[in-house]
Structures are given as C-alpha cells and as structure tokens.
C-alpha cells in the first residue's frame, strides 16, 4: 500500500505505513457512547487522545490518511532530517576555514540522503502508530470521517457518538490557480520528500519558512536555486532585520532571489518547465528541472459534514472561542484546521487546552485561554530565525510603545569562535519598564535559544531577571546575558549615577 507522498515504495516507507496505515487495519467495534471522540491523527489529535484516555476516558480517535499526521509524514520530521544532512554538506564546503584539507573530494549522495530520511521517519512513526495508540486504550478507526448529528460521527458506516469532540484535521499546501502549472507539474511539501534525483535545477515558490528552509537545503545539495517571492522580502512575519540576514546569506551561498514578483504562467518546454514571472518592469523567464510550491498553507474543513454538527467555518479554517470552543458547545477545535498558529508544537498547546477545557468545563481548571498561550516559532535556516512575542511592526499596529534592545553575535565570543557571526539578538519591552513582549534571535542554533526568552515572558519575569542568570561562557546564549545587561545599564541615568558616586565616596 502506498500513500500521497510516500513514494518510494521501499523497506523505509513500507515501515512506516506498517505503523501509521498498516494495510490489514479493521476497526474496532464501537463503543455505546465516547466520552471524546478526536477527528484527525496529528499531532493535535495524537495528543488529545493520548491525554484523554490518560485520564480514564472512553476515547475514539478518527484518521482518514495517515496517523502522525503532516508533522511524521510531510514536514517537521522529514525536512530536519535533510536539513541536517544539508548543514554537513555546507560544513564540508566550507571545512577549510577550520584548517580541514582534502574535503573538496568529498561527494553528496543525495539519493542516501533521502533513504536516511525515510529510515529516521519510519522508527519516529512507532510512536504515532495504530497499535501503540490501541496498547493505550484507543479506539483507532481509520477512515472518512462525517458528523450527522451535533454529538455523533460516522466513520465507513459505523456510527461513533460522544459527549465531547475535539476536531484536529490540520491542514494542506495551497497551490496557486496558475496557467500550465499543473501540466508542467510540480511538488508541494507533501510530495518533495519522495525525491530520489536531485533536480539540476529548482524554482521555489514562496519565500516562507518551508519555502527558506528547503531553497537553502537544496541549493547545499547541489541544485542551482532560484527563489520567487511576492513580497518584498523573505519571511515577512517576522523582523525585517531577520530577513536582511538571510537575505546576505542566501545570495551569499548563490540562491537567486526575486522580490516582488508573480507566478504569471509555466510553459512546458520539450525538456523542463518555463517559468513566466511578473516583476518590476516586466516579465522574465526562469527554468527549472522541478517547481516547489510553498506559498502557505490552507485548512482542511470541507467534507466532514460540520454543517450537521452546527459547526462553523470558513475558508480560514473553524471558527471557535478563546477557549477553543466551536459554535457547538461540545466540539473544540485545535491544530492547523482552526485560523491561528501553523506550528506542531502550536497544536499541542492547543490541544491541551481543549482536552481540559472539554473534561473539566465545570471545574477551574476547564477555563483554559488561547490568548494566553506564549508560541514561539523558529525558521530552519542557516542561521536559523527564531521569534517569540510581539515584532517591532506588530507593537506600532497595536499602539503598544516598546523599548528595544539588541546585540549582535560578532560581539559574542562562541560565535566567533564557532564562525558564525552572522546574526543577532532583539528584544523588545514595554516602554519604560522591563516587561518583555517580545524577542528575535538569528543565530546558528536559534531554535534552541528562544525557549529561555518564552519561558521568561510565560512566567512573568523581566529583563532584570535575565540579567542575573548566570549563563555559561562560552556560548551563544550568552548573548541574551548582554541584553539583560544593557537593560540594567539603561536604567543608569546621569541623576543615578552621580547618587551612587556620591554614596560611594561618603564610604571612603
């Protein structure tokens, strides 16, 4: 058995759809009545059935595709394996300026690449896999899901009914309506990771992470990148001096960039695809031996009969309350299918939400807020851009005056040490106190470093507070250190440190 975007059909895959659609699946016997009945087998439905029948309840979890959803299947897991493998391929190109010799008959071999890939894949599936979910206490019914009732659900003729729901289809690649370009064909982040030949050549669609992350790893492994994008710059969610960095990087390591400019048609020529691209001033022609779109990403709500639910939605996805509560009472929402943030570890925080909201509606702990969630999100470039909070152009749109703080990594002594300067830490507080609302950081291991700014806004703490962390030297965290520091230095004002001088001098 295959599925959409697990091609080849070799051992790895073969693994994988052993654990997340194994082939001689039946479904259970229904239950009388489900306390919670979870629609999707993601990450944000993954966990909600998991926690629910932690807690004792009769869980049912519905799956139409594959268990682990878009995280296991078609993005987090697959693409970090081969930007792993493309950061070694840009280390070995550049493993002179450590003093390395020889590395220059060192070769890529991509199709070993994308083997690594779909091995790592396929032992992470274990932990999504039907059988693992059944050990716990779930019922895993693979199939189409359709609600025909405010509190019941069908599934291949079999009637599931509940007292709670929890809705959590995520969602899919948006492909734009554009002339010859399904003719030329093309891959989406559902189907890159079936490739087994690098493609000479590459036009990337899009300038988001996905977009960022596979045009840098591609272009490490070989392929002559060329990247489009409608807007003015590269990641446009987040800090514009974010995107000026990797803007340098990328045209630095030789990716073609295009700015403000519009897919307007693919022609298909004997050999490849031309691309015809609107820009300033006219068009301009690009081929390419395969076409990445990565122009955002859509929800997946139509056909579950929410209508029948008296479930709201929209082509922005379900529409629910702060506490993920949908236009039914006893169905929640979570995870990419609700209009909010398009990240894993988003929908797990969401999804906790609901699972306690829908249990304990009457108790305290049942009153649970989105808006309260602190979501960090990271872009896995080299470097990486990590971001937590408010931006500079999110604060002026809500009238929120802010203070800002910055250091850059040439000034911190791992990054020099470790060759990678280029980036910078930004944080952002609330006028005049010492109240983070937000924070950047571009920096080799980003990701990584952002955690301690979240932890430091969701637990109330303040640049003080990270003064006075002792961090280890040397690291590229210690940046963050720098910060707190020129915080505390801000607060020195003339009037300030001529008391303390005059203090200090009457102790002489």
Not at 279 to 294: K, Y
Not at 462 to 486: F, N, W
Request: charged share 20%.
């Amino acid at each position: 058995m295959t599925a959409p975007g697990l091609l080849p059909a070799d051992e790895h895959n073969a693994a994988l759809l052993a654990h997340v659609r194994p082939p001689d699946w039946k479904n259970p016997s229904p239950e009388a009545l489900y306390d919670l009945v979870v629609v999707g087998g993601g990450t944000a439905g993954l966990v909600a059935a998991v926690g629910a029948a932690g807690l004792g309840g009769k869980v049912a979890l519905v799956e139409r595709n594959l268990l682990g959803g878009d995280c296991l299947n078609y993005g987090c897991v697959p693409s970090k394996a081969i930007l792993r493998a493309a950061r070694t391929a840009y280390d070995v190109q550049h493993a002179n300026e450590f003093g390395m010799r020889g590395t220059s008959a060192m070769t890529l071999d991509f199709p070993a690449v994308m083997a690594r890939m779909r091995r790592l894949r396929a032992d992470i599936g274990r932990h999504d896999s039907a059988q693992r979910l059944t050990s716990l206490g779930i019922d895993v019914f693979l199939g189409e899901a359709n609600f025909v009732a405010p509190q019941s659900i069908e599934v291949d003729g079999q009637t599931l009914p509940y007292k709670r729901c929890i809705i959590a289809t995520g969602g899919r690649p948006v492909v734009p309506d554009v002339p010859g370009l399904a003719e030329a064909g093309y891959v989406t982040n559902e189907s890159v990771f079936s490739l087994t030949e690098l493609p000479p050549r590459l036009a990337v669609i899009g300038g988001g992470p996905i977009g960022c992350e596979l045009a840098q790893a591609f272009h490490r492994f070989g392929s002559r990148v060329t990247l489009v994008q409608r807007g003015k710059r590269l990641l446009p969610k987040d800090e514009p001096e974010a995107a000026e960095v990797l803007d340098r990087q990328f045209r630095q390591e030789g990716i073609e960039l295009h700015y403000g400019a519009t897919l307007l048609r693919v022609e298909s020529m004997a050999t490849t695809p031309r691309l015809i691209v609107g820009v300033s001033g006219g068009e301009r022609t690009i081929e390419a031996d395969a076409i990445l779109v990565a122009v955002g990403r859509a929800p997946n709500v139509a056909g579950l009969g929410l209508e029948a639910a008296g479930v709201k939605y929209s082509h922005r996805g379900i529409e629910t309350n702060d506490h993920l509560q949908t236009t039914n009472p006893r169905v929640y929402a979570a995870g990419d299918c609700v209009d909010s943030y398009l990240f894993t570890h988003a929908a797990d925080a969401m999804t906790r939400i609901c699972t306690q909201n829908a249990f304990f509606s009457l108790g305290p702990f049942g009153r649970k807020r989105l808006s309260n969630l602190v979501i960090p999100w990271t872009t896995y470039t080299g470097p990486e851009v990590a971001h937590v909070g408010l931006t500079r152009e999110a604060a002026e749109q809500q009238g929120i005056a802010i203070d800002t703080y910055r250091e850059d990594l040439r000034r911190v002594d791992r990054a020099i040490l470790d060759g990678e300067t280029n980036g910078f830490a930004m944080i952002h507080c609330r006028r005049g106190t010492s109240r983070v609302v937000g924070c950047t950081l571009v920096a080799g291991h980003a990701g990584e470093m952002i955690g301690e700014i979240a932890l430091l806004m969701t637990s109330r703490l303040t640049m003080s507070d990270l003064a006075r962390t002792i961090h280890c030297y040397p690291t590229q965290v210690e940046v963050l250190k720098r910060l707190g520091d020129q915080y505390n230095k801000s607060r020195l004002t003339p009037r300030m440190a001529a008391l303390l001088k005059w203090v200090i001098a009457r102790r002489r």
